[in-house]
C-alpha cells in the first residue's frame, strides 16, 4: 500500500538534552500515526516514555512494539496521578484533544498535542483558560515545519538575515488519502475539522512563523469535495489566503490527491519571498530526479544554491521543549503562537466557500 501522511513518524540522531529520567513523559490517545513521531521526537531528545494508554488494546499493542518496556496503563486516570510524569503526548480524535489536554493540565502536567490542536473556537477559549489557571503548557506538534530538516534550516537562514524580511509565503500541503485505510473519524467533519483547520495548520503555523507575523486576517478561503462522493464529510481540496498584521501575505492549497506513483505521501512545498532573496523548500521528494527530503533551493543577492540538508541539520524542538517544560521557558514555541495558529486554521474554515457554491451553515466548523 502507497504511504500515508497519517505514518510520518522521522526518525533522527539522537541529541539528548537531559540525563534518563529527568523527564518522564507518557502518551494517551494512539488514534493519529502522528503520536509515533511525536515520542520519537521526545525519546530522542532524551525523554522517558513512561505510559501508554488507548481504549483499543490493538492501537497500543502495535504501539508498544516500538517502544518496548514501557508500561501499558488500565486507564487515562492511572496517567494523570503518576507524579512522575511531567508532560503527555496525545494524536486523539481531532475535536477530543482539547477536553484531554484540559485533563491533563488541571492534573498538573503539560500537554503536546498533535495538530489540529483543537476544532472550534469554543475549545480554544476553554484551553487558553486552563492555562491561564493551571500554568501548565498546551503545545501543538505542527509537524511539517517542526519535523522537516528543509524547514528548520529555512527558519535559520531567516533568522540570519539570508533573504531579508520576509513578505511572502506560499504553502503547498498534498496528502494520500488512503480513504480505505482510514478510520470513520477521518470522515466527520466535526470529528476532524474540516481540511483548512487540519492539514491546513501546518501551513498557517508557517505562514506566522516565517513572516514573524502575530496574528493575521483570513482574506479567502474555499473547500470542496471533488472526488469522493462516497465520503460527503471530507473535503478533499482547500486553499485560504492570509494577510499578516505585519504585512506580510500568504497563500496555501492543501489536497488529498496525491497519486500512486509518486514515491511518497506528498509533494510538500514551501515557498518564502524576501526582500532580497527567495527560499524554495521541497520537504519529502525532488519529483522525477531525487527520493527523500531536505531540499532547499535558495537565491539572493549574492548568491544561488541547492543544499541538501537531510541527516545534518536535525529537529532541535524536542529538547528545547523538553527545557522549556523543565525550565518554564518559552524557547521551543510561545504559547502564544501556538494557540494563534489554531485560531486561524479554525477561522479559516468557518468562513471557507465551496468552490461549487456557498458553504452552507451545517457544513461550517462552528
Same mark, same amino acid.
Given at each position: 500500500?502507497?504511504?500515508? @501522511?497519517?505514518? $510520518?513518524?522521522?526518525?533522527?540522531? #539522537?541529541?539528548?538534552?537531559? =540525563?534518563?529520567? +529527568?523527564?518522564?513523559?507518557? %502518551? ?79 492534573? @498538573?502536567?503539560? $500537554?503536546?498535542?498533535?495538530?489540529? #490542536?483543537?476544532?472550534?473556537? =469554543?475549545?480554544? +477559549?476553554?484551553?487558553?483558560? %486552563? ?236
Amino acid at each position: 500500500m502507497p504511504e500515508s @501522511g497519517m505514518n $510520518y513518524a522521522p526518525k533522527g540522531k #539522537p541529541m539528548p538534552v537531559v =540525563k534518563p529520567g +529527568e523527564f518522564v513523559f507518557a %502518551a494517551i490517545g494512539l488514534d493519529h500515526g502522528h503520536i509515533m513521531g511525536q515520542c520519537n521526537g521526545l525519546t530522542e531528545a532524551g525523554g522517558v516514555l513512561k505510559w501508554v494508554y488507548d481504549p483499543d488494546p490493538v492501537k497500543v499493542e502495535n504501539f508498544v512494539k516500538n517502544y518496548p518496556g514501557i508500561k501499558i496503563a488500565r486507564s487515562e486516570d492511572e496517567i494523570l496521578a503518576d507524579k512522575e510524569i511531567a508532560l503527555v503526548a496525545s494524536a486523539n480524535i481531532a475535536s477530543m484533544r482539547c477536553p484531554l489536554g484540559i485533563r491533563v493540565m488541571k492534573a @498538573g502536567k503539560d $500537554y503536546f498535542t498533535d495538530k489540529a #490542536p483543537l476544532t472550534t473556537l =469554543k475549545q480554544l +477559549e476553554d484551553a487558553k483558560k %486552563a492555562v491561564r489557571e493551571t500554568g501548565q503548557k498546551y503545545m501543538v506538534y505542527y509537524s511539517e515545519r517542526l519535523h522537516v530538516e528543509s524547514a528548520v534550516y529555512a527558519g535559520q537562514l531567516i533568522k540570519e538575515g539570508a533573504i531579508g524580511k520576509v513578505i511572502q509565503t506560499i504553502g503547498m500541503g498534498p496528502h494520500r488519502a488512503n480513504p480505505k485505510s482510514r478510520p470513520s473519524w477521518f470522515f466527520n467533519r466535526e470529528e476532524y475539522g474540516g481540511i483548512l483547520c487540519d492539514i491546513g495548520s501546518h501551513q498557517i503555523e508557517q505562514f506566522l512563523f516565517y513572516t514573524g507575523a502575530t496574528d493575521a486576517e483570513i482574506v479567502a478561503a474555499q473547500i470542496e469535495n471533488y472526488s469522493n462522493p462516497s465520503y460527503p464529510g471530507l473535503d478533499d481540496f482547500g486553499d485560504c489566503t492570509l494577510k499578516g498584521n505585519n504585512g506580510a501575505t500568504g497563500y496555501f492549497r492543501v489536497d488529498w490527491f496525491t497519486p500512486d506513483g509518486l514515491s511518497t505521501w506528498g509533494d510538500g512545498r514551501t515557498f518564502i519571498l524576501g526582500t532580497d532573496g527567495y527560499i524554495e523548500l521541497r520537504k519529502y521528494v525532488d519529483v522525477g530526479r531525487a527520493k527523500g527530503g531536505g531540499h532547499v533551493f535558495i537565491a539572493n543577492n549574492k548568491t544561488e544554491e541547492y543544499i541538501n540538508v537531510e541527516g545534518k541539520v536535525g529537529h532541535p524542538y524536542f529538547g528545547e521543549l523538553i527545557l522549556d517544560c523543565l525550565n518554564r521557558t518559552e524557547k521551543a514555541m510561545t504559547q502564544e503562537h501556538a494557540f494563534k495558529a489554531a485560531e486561524l486554521c479554525v477561522k479559516a474554515q468557518r468562513i471557507a466557500e465551496k468552490v461549487k457554491g456557498i458553504t452552507r451553515e451545517d457544513d461550517q466548523v462552528q
